[in-house]
């Protein structure tokens, strides 16, 4: 890696939404993450990680899981030491799905979501998923390797439509720009 370009090191990805209305199913959104190996970034990722998983070598945890949005702040956080991770991954992507629990629930119907992502006290992004309100599921962040070996930042909330296990096998695909 060039000493001049550090690239991205560490980030917190972090997700919060408001409870359900009282009488109505919890709202439960997760934040899940996954390595694309350096011979096939687009393809099948190496694993994911998402609520009760971490990555082997530990440089992928969520720290904070919520199954209703209740608490304060942000209700899920992700932490992701990209600086790390081994260089046989050249591509990160996160995504956040809702869970389809007892109805079809979008964007739409939860209340007040808000996604952060930052490193250190840097924010990098921020959205409310106005752009996806009739998705399911969006990817929020892609980090790729550039020729040094630094990770670089590519912003941008992509709607999908589709069960939770559909996309996880999906996210990865080739992005839109």
């Avoid at 899981?65 to 600086?83: A, N, P, R």
């Avoid at 840097?122 to 106005?130: H, M, P, Y």
Wanted: zero cysteines; proline letters at 6%; a negative charge.
């Amino acid at each position: 890696m060039n000493g001049l370009n550090k690239g991205i090191r560490k980030v917190e990805i972090s997700l919060r939404w408001d409870p359900s209305a009282s009488g109505q199913p919890s709202t439960d959104l997760d934040l899940v993450a996954a390595p694309y190996p350096a011979g096939d970034p687009h393809g099948d990722p190496a694993y994911v990680v998402h609520f009760d998983s971490r990555s082997p070598d530990g440089t992928i945890t969520l720290n904070r899981d919520s199954k209703d949005g209740q608490g304060f702040g942000y209700d899920e956080v992700m932490t992701l030491e990209l600086d790390r991770l081994d260089q046989r991954y050249a591509r990160v992507v996160v995504g956040v799905v809702i869970q389809q629990h007892q109805a079809r629930r979008t964007f739409s119907g939860v209340g007040n979501p808000g996604l952060r992502i930052r490193e250190g006290y840097t924010v990098l992004a921020e959205d409310d998923f106005g752009g996806v309100l009739g998705a399911t599921a969006a990817t929020v962040a892609e980090f790729v390797r550039d020729g040094s070996g630094a990770w670089e930042f590519r912003p941008g909330v992509l709607g999908f439509e589709g069960d939770p296990a559909s996309f996880t096998r999906a996210m990865g695909a080739v992005r839109r720009s």
